[in-house]
């Protein structure tokens, strides 16, 4: 089976802020991103968790895509400019895909 290299790119953002990220990626020409509900963690200021919680103005999303490599820098550039603002994280890794001309 013959693989492509891309960059999967990962953004966990709160909540309030998911619908400016996913506006940012799709103006930057991401085909398909997926998004999960975080339920908390541990961090630079201790544990958290959304949990009890009567808004969502706590609560995170971890939203995650993968993009062909040459097209990487151009989204995180895009996504950086909401998440700069806001309490989030942006991650970028190498992986492998079987369909190149999905991404």
């Given at each position: 089976?013959?693989?492509?290299?891309?960059?999967?790119?990962?953004?966990?953002i709160?909540?309030?802020?998911?619908?400016r990220?996913r506006?940012?990626?799709?103006?930057?020409?991401?085909?398909?991103?997926?998004?999960?509900?975080?339920?908390?963690?541990?961090?630079?200021?201790?544990?958290?968790?959304?949990?009890?919680?009567?808004?969502?103005?706590?609560?995170?999303?971890?939203?995650?895509?993968?993009?062909?490599?040459?097209?990487?820098?151009?989204?995180?550039?895009?996504?950086?400019?909401?998440?700069?603002?806001?309490?989030?994280?942006?991650?970028?890794?190498?992986?492998?895909?079987?369909?190149?001309?999905?991404?």
């Amino acid at each position: 089976m013959e693989t492509h290299r891309a960059k999967r790119i990962e953004i966990m953002i709160e909540t309030p802020a998911l619908r400016r990220v996913r506006r940012a990626l799709e103006q930057a020409g991401v085909r398909g991103y997926s998004i999960l509900p975080v339920q908390g963690g541990y961090g630079r200021t201790g544990s958290w968790s959304g949990e009890g919680e009567v808004s969502i103005a706590s609560n995170m999303d971890l939203v995650w895509c993968i993009v062909a490599e040459a097209r990487a820098e151009a989204v995180v550039d895009a996504v950086f400019s909401v998440v700069d603002r806001q309490i989030g994280i942006v991650t970028i890794s190498d992986c492998e895909v079987v369909r190149r001309d999905r991404f």
